[in-house]
């Protein structure tokens, strides 16, 4: 799976009647974004880590933190990020999918495809997500 992808799909409007500020407004949650895009996530961590301090909770940020953990290699932090993430809003999408990836990067075939199929609960059509997964998974038969 491309980060690139799913940070694109993390970046997409939510339906929602009175959202809440959006935490990609924030300066330093762009420049860590674009952090997150050159592959330096060592250093989008700090960054999102402020974000999270002015917006305690945000999945959006706890899912972009997650990633970047992971993608520097501390799974056990990243999980505890996903898990906050989740525990927040159990149906984000986005967190469900860099979650599952991160369970296929650690031997947990099983728990991936149950977030995949939870994401196939939620996301019945189409939806970038459970596809971006759904083909994670097939490439690591």
């Known amino acids: ?3 690139a992808v799913l940070l694109a799909a993390l970046l997409l409007p939510a339906a929602a009647a009175a959202a809440p500020p959006d ?11 674009r952090l997150q895009a050159t592959g ?9 880590e402020s974000v999270l301090a002015r ?3 945000d999945p959006d940020v706890l899912t ?3 990633l970047a953990l992971r993608s520097d290699g501390r799974f056990a932090e990243a999980a505890a990020r996903y898990d906050q993430a989740l525990a927040r809003d159990p149906a984000h999408l986005p967190a469900l999918a ?3 990836v991160m369970f ?13 199929r939870r ?22 038969r």
């Open 1 to 3: 799976m491309r980060p």
């Open 23 to 33: 935490p990609m407004d924030d300066p330093a949650a762009i420049e860590a974004v």
């Open 40 to 48: 330096r996530y060592d250093l989008s961590v700090p960054l999102l």
């Open 55 to 57: 917006l305690p909770g």
């Open 64 to 66: 972009y933190l997650a």
């Open 98 to 100: 860099y979650q599952g």
């Open 104 to 116: 296929l990067e650690t031997g947990q075939r099983e728990r991936a495809a149950a977030n995949l």
């Open 119 to 140: 994401l196939e609960a939620l996301c019945p059509a189409a939806c970038p997500p459970r596809d971006d997964l759904a083909r994670e998974i097939a490439a690591r």
